[in-house]
Each structure stands twice: as structure tokens, then as C-alpha cells.
């Protein structure tokens, strides 16, 4: 979604998979969109540099050297976009970004047609398309898509030297059509091939649902335009139900529109205290600061894990330094710089990073080589089942045999208390009875074999178990540090 003007950004999912994890920024006059809109910030110096004018010769000496003597046709637009293209890649920053006329053309239809895809953000990490976060409830997560997964092929077609804008458009696809894809997960050395039906990506940001004992639970999605004003609904209609805590959370959430964590933030954080700071390349700062004057009359508090990014951390930093109110999960992403874009008049636009953000503290989250972020209060890793790699049975497997859909298999029956007795994908007496008695459960043969049936059900019956918020140990944390605080 891109929004024009004063509000410029791009925010994830919906059509494709793409590239933005970007926070836009609004500022006051003079502030960094305006100096962005006025020019400023491309032109800079440039005027009064001597060495940019032979770099811009030299430029002229390859595009005269290419169009004169180059054995083949060259259209003018091509040379011009891979010369930007080039710029852009050559600095290394995976959220800096260029789309070519086309591409963008293609992009802004997307967004306004058929919100159909996979559901997931990227970036392009030392030449490899990787995860930054599969969208909740999307086909992505469902299939098991996980933040940092890296993406070789699509489709059999592979992913190597294309930028991120080709490399998304092999990802892309018509609502029901698959997209096989090859993995490369950390900590898994084998390569994972994931197949993800392509579906109707929802545009609800915003989930208010009321938990035993009185504990609200906000789910937020992404930031997108009006999350802000659901998140105010949501809040109001559980206050109005006697909410006695609040637990928000922002797990898998990629981010989105600075703008619109900000209104949330004004509805959290308490006495006008600072939410974020903001720091250009010149080291110069500017402070945000929220709107609230007194605290909430109930205790928050905020989970979080790895595909918590940018936004997300925003939200997190602001409740946790500002608010006093504790984190609850794994480590954030760390994504803690800012991106706006500028369209060109042939309709192409350039994505830059313009500055960092930085939490009320000062600190930058970002991870520079290894991994940053914002450590939660109450770490709470994630059980061994919810590493479980999804799975696809070609042939029927059964005693003796030993793989790693077998060991995933053992791993989802044991969480569903079908004790299989062990995890480590060997094909046992026990596992064939465990397995039986799961068949028997779910009205199949009894055959004791796992086949591409009995799969399909170990899978759905782990995706209905995961779903429901008892089986949640993040959330059951939260929930308890609430209920002390409560009393």
C-alpha cells in the first residue's frame, strides 16, 4: 500500500510477497518528507562537487560506449533503470529499493485489485530472498513459512542474481495456484520444500477478543491505515466488557506506517512521555512524544517474537521503556531504520533508507551482521512442536523407516498427547500404535502407515491445536503476569 504526500510508504503482504518492511515518517516543516519532496535529500551537495561531474561523465563515456558499439539493440530505459538499479544495490541496504516503471505500474495494481498471494514480507539478505515475517493467518504461515527462511527456487525456477522486485514476481501468483518453494531454514541442514496455495490475503489489521478472567487480548497483524482507529474500537469495546488487563499482541507483525503506531502509541503510553527518536545522516534528532496524559487503569503487557519488526518494535520500545509495561516472548527482528519513496516522472520509484529510529532510551535496535533487536522482560521460548517442519508424503512410510516427515509426524503426535515415545524419526512399534490411535480418532484406516491422508490430518489437527490460545505458552505467560498484576 502506497500512500502519497505527506504520508509516503509501503507497507507488506497483501497481492505479493514484497520487500517493504519500510516505516514512512511524517514530520513538521523542514523535517525529513519535506526535505524528501523538496529534492533536498537527493540532490545534496552534488552542485558543488567537482568529482560528481566526471562521475557523471563517466557515466555519459558508458551509455555512448553501450549505445554506439554493443552488438545488440539497447533500449535507452533499460541502460537508465539498471544504472539506478545499480546505485541502489550498491549499497547494500536490503530495505533501499528501486522499481522500474513496470514494476511499479504492476505493484500499484496489486494493491488495487485482487489482495491475493502468499502473505509474507522479505528482503533480499546477501543475494537470497529471506523472510522477515509470514503474515498471521496467512497461507505462508499456515504452510509454515518462518522469519529468516531463505528462498532458493520457486517453482523449480531459481532465485539466484535476480533483485528482489524479479525475484517477487516468481512468487506471485492467481488466487489457488501453488508456489513450490525451496528453503534454506537456519539450524536445518537438509533443504525444506514448502508448497503454499495461493489465497485472498485479509485486510482486518485488528483482532479484539476477550480471554478468561477478564484479560483483553488485541492481536495486531500489521500497521496499515486504519489499524490505528480499529485498535481504538477494540480497546473501547473490551474496556466497556470491564477489561481487567490488556495483553497486545504484535507476534509476526512486519510493521508498516509509522503515523499510524504513533496514534496507537497516544492511546498507551502515559504522560506524554517519548515514544521514539528519529536520526538523520547527520546525527541529528527528532523526538516524538505521546498525547496520554495518565496510565491506563489495568496492566498491558506486549508479546512479541522474532518476526516482531520495525513498527511492531516501535510499539514495543514505546510500551516497554516509556510505558513500564513488560515484554513477553522471544527477541525482536531488529529493524530499526527508516524508509520513504519518490516517484520519477516516468512512473518508476526509488525506496531509501533516510534515517535511523531510536527507542525513548536512545538505543538502535537494528541488527548490523548479527542479531539486535528489543529482548523482551520475560523470555518465553517456544515449545520443540512449533519448530516442526510441514510435510508431504509421496509414498506411504511405516516401520523401520526413518525420515524427517516421520520425526515431524512424532513431534505433532506427542504435543496432541498421542505419545509416540520418541522424536527422532525413526519408524518404531510405538509410533505405529500412536499413529493408529490417532487414525482411529479421526474416523481413517487404521492402517498404522502414514500416508498422504493420515498427513493431511496430523497437519490439520496441529493447526486447530496451535490455534487455540490454552496451547499458547507465550500468551498463558502473558495472561498469568497480568492476573498477578491485576490483583
Known sequence: MVFKGRTVAIIAIVAVIFSSLGTALIVG?????????AGTLLSGNFSHDASFEEHVDKLRQAYSAIKGNYVHEINDQKLIDGAIQGMVSSLGDPYSSYMTPQQSSQFKEDLQSSFTGIGAEVSMKNGRLTIISPIKGSPAEKAGIRPNDQVLKVNG????????????????????????????????????????????????????TMLPDKIGRITVSQFSENTAKDFANGLKKLEGEGMKGLVIDVRGNPGGLLPVVLEMCDQLVPDKKTVMMTEDKNGKREKYTSKLDEAKPYPITVLVDKGSASASEILAAALQESGGYPLVGETTFGKGTVQTTRDFHDGSNIKLTIAKWLTPKGNWVHQQGGTKGIKPDVKVPLPAYMHVTPFHVEMPLGRDQNSTEIKSMQTILDALGYNPGRQDGYFDERTEQSLKAFQKTKGLPQTGKLDQT???????????FVSDPKNDVQLQVAVELLKKKAK
Open 29 to 37: 516543516e523542514g523535517g525529513l518528507i519535506d526535505q524528501w519532496e
Open 157 to 208: 525456477i531459481s532465485l539466484e542474481g535476480m533483485d528482489v522486485n524479479t525475484a517477487v514476481s516468481k512468487i506471485r501468483g492467481p488466487k489457488g495456484s501453488k508456489a513450490k518453494l525451496e528453503i534454506v531454514r537456519p539450524g536445518v541442514k537438509e533443504v525444506l520444500h514448502i508448497t503454499i496455495i495461493r489465497d485472498e490475503i485479509s485486510l482486518q489489521t485488528v483482532e479484539a
Open 454 to 464: 493420515t498427513a493431511e490430518a496430523v497437519q490439520a489437527a496441529f493447526i486447530d
